[in-house]
């Protein structure tokens, strides 16, 4: 299973981007995926989820901002970010859960990851 996650880069705050993640070997639809994130001396933390069944959950701190979304034609998932904040800067990390864990919010849940993109929100 690999999981390639792009899109990240440098905004200004209150601006947007959005992240990708395409998965080779398993599917999304069938699975739980995750949008973590790991600031520099702190935990990885998650932001965006979506289960195997298609509900989404969300980070207080990514409510009505972010929204993920998932193409199961080209087995991508999305996070779009709009509204950016300086504390939104980080490493952000798609992860995929193929036992679909019932703590879809822990890290340990997840069975595979991507490499991670850089966010930076200046202010």
């Known amino acids: 299973v690999q999981l390639q996650a792009s899109g990240g880069g440098s905004v200004q705050a209150g601006g947007s981007l959005r992240l990708s993640c395409a998965a080779s070997g398993r599917t999304f639809s069938r699975n739980n995926v995750g949008w973590f994130r790991q600031a520099p001396g702190k935990e990885r933390e998650i932001v965006a989820g979506?289960?195997?069944?298609?509900?989404?959950f969300y980070a207080d701190s990514a409510k009505d901002r972010f929204t993920l979304s998932r193409n199961n034609a080209e087995n991508t998932v999305y996070l779009q970010m709009n509204s950016l904040k300086p504390e939104d800067t980080a490493v952000y990390f798609c992860?995929?859960?193929?036992?679909?864990?019932?703590?879809?919010?822990?890290?340990?849940?997840?069975?595979?990851w991507g490499q991670g993109t850089q966010v930076t929100v200046s202010s």
């Open positions: 979506m289960r195997w069944s298609g509900s989404t």
């Open positions: 992860a995929l859960d193929t036992r679909r864990s019932v703590a879809v919010r822990v890290p340990t849940s997840y069975d595979f």
